[in-house]
């Protein structure tokens, strides 16, 4: 015991002062580059709160923008429309991503399983914007533009992510809990939809709610599909509004009463956007 | 005896009919994917067609983009793209990886938890956001520092011979970093604020790879009296690099689309390369200033052929990507 203490004893002290020191120095650059890429969060939170809590008052949520230059309207056009654009983004999401990751996982010999998951990997990357250009091309050259073709570009950017993370948890699901129900005499198509998903479904859950925390700010494949409106519409044919969509334009005004706008809805989006991915990753981390 | 013997196959000639039509199904709706892939390129080339048809290449080399003329060169915007992409991730990755060498190396379970939370929450944060924070908050403060700068008597001759530099279409390296009155906004900002938006990217892909080196490596090496220091150094960083590159590969991808941010802060003009401090543009920034106001159909056209280049880099960039995490990746980890 005591030589083995005394040996340690020696052996730090006998640490160079040029090798403590660059480990100290090191550590010390390392804590501070994480304050770095922590800072520009909480600066940017705090600046919202600061600017935007004192316009998030009831006419925030029940009007629309008053006219350029006058003050006093609210959001609900943009709130409005973001949240039907994401209801209708969900149902192509959705229904491809969750079919797409059980075709990934279950037939993985299939001889198109490559060539999608390849193809699911290559939309993940693709810039949102382009898929506005896609959207346009599709929809609105040929009917105008419409919160259909806004949902549309929504739902094309939600597929690779809920295609991943359903993939991931149906491979998660064990082997004994299919061979189980297959045992039982079930189809494997009935073992998929009343075994397999609902073991998985929590996960599913989670990853679209990431996907729509992920789409919810996406302004920029707005800008030519939904195009915005000054009033509410609840019309998915006629030109639709967005929150980050208000928050480009009230950012980009020369009007105070825009702006503040803006920040207002800033925070709103940011808040549910953390609220949503708090909620998803918790949800996830439990299972 | 016979009876439940014949009973068996029946059924599973029903279930493997009924297995079918699921696995039909299924399939019909994956391939959606494949049409949204097939559609996107079909889009994309069909209204670039006449930009690419009266340019060529020459609209990869060509400088001017003149809409009032109808002359339309993608090399600035091209140029502005890799040059905010490539300086921004120069510096955030070391950031990025000292944060991951924090989270997953030095900082208690207590404290790593909601740090990496933090990272996460960081990439949450919409582009337009972050866009409406630099427009407000960091512009004003370069700003600030560009007035101080031009008011200052001391400056005069500078800013008169790089004003004359610039009018030529020229510049010097000294000039590169005198202030143009931008500001505030210009490419400078754009990187900055790039910077920041690809941080977690990186940092996150860092983490989980730092995460998987093996323990006896580190162990090993404390075992022989390294410090900290020399741990990361020699078995963890060298471990996990090909990792890591992966995810400096993933975050380009991210950095070469990015567009709300920099639309709104890069200033919007083509003298890229003249003052770092002075208005810039992006492929993506430029999609999104004047595909809505484009109203001449070889304007309109060459803004899509943006978005096919655009389209086509961030394909190459992505399989690089997966390429290296796939080979580099040690076996049987995933």
Known sequence: MRTSAAVTVQRRAGLSPARRMRNTLMGALI??????????????????????????????FTRTPAPEGE????LLNAITGSLMMLAMASVIGVLVGVAGGIFLAEYPRHRLMPTIRMLSDVLAGIPAIVMGLVAYGLIVLAFGFSGLAGALALGFLMIPIVVRTTEEVLKLVPLTVREAGLALGLPQWLVILRVVLPAAAGGIVTGVMLALARVAGEAAPLLFTAF????????????????????????????????????AGA????????????????????? | MSEPARRPPARAALSSGSDRVFQVLILALASVIVLVFVLSVYQLTR??????????????????WNPVE????????????????????AISVPLAVASALFVAEYAPKWLANPVGYLIELLAAVP?????LWALFVIAPILGRWQTAYFVDPANLPTITRCNELWAQGQTSLQCFFVPSGAGGRGLALAIIILTVMILPYTASVAR????????DQREAMYALGATKWEVISRAILPYARAGILGGVILALGRALGETLAVAMVIGDSQDILKSLWGGASTMASVIANQFGDAQAALHRSSVVALGLTLFFLSVVVNFAARLIIARLTPKGIQ
């Open chain 1, 31 to 60: 804590l501070l580059a994480t304050l770095v890429v922590v800072a520009p969060l909480i600066l940017i939170f705090v600046y919202l709160l600061r600017e935007g809590l004192g316009a998030m008052n009831l006419a925030f």
């Open chain 1, 71 to 74: 003050s006093g309207g609210g």
């Open chain 1, 228 to 263: 915005g409106n000054n009033s509410v519409n609840l019309d998915p044919s006629k030109p639709m509004s967005a929150l980050p969509l208000e928050i480009y334009r009230g950012a980009t005004s020369a009007y105070d009463e825009n702006q503040r706008l803006a920040k």
């Open chain 1, 267 to 287: 925070l709103l989006l940011i808040t549910l956007i953390f609220l949503t991915s708090l909620l998803a990753r918790r949800a996830s981390r439990r299972r």
């Open chain 2, 47 to 64: 209204e670039s067609w006449p930009a690419l048809q009266a340019f060529g290449w020459r609209f990869f080399s060509e400088r001017t």
């Open chain 2, 70 to 89: 109808g002359v339309f060169g993608a090399a600035s915007m091209v140029v502005g793209t890799l040059v905010t992409s490539v300086v921004a991730l």
């Open chain 2, 127 to 131: 582009s337009v956001v972050y866009g």
């Open chain 2, 208 to 215: 989980d790879v730092i995460r998987l080196v093996p323990a």
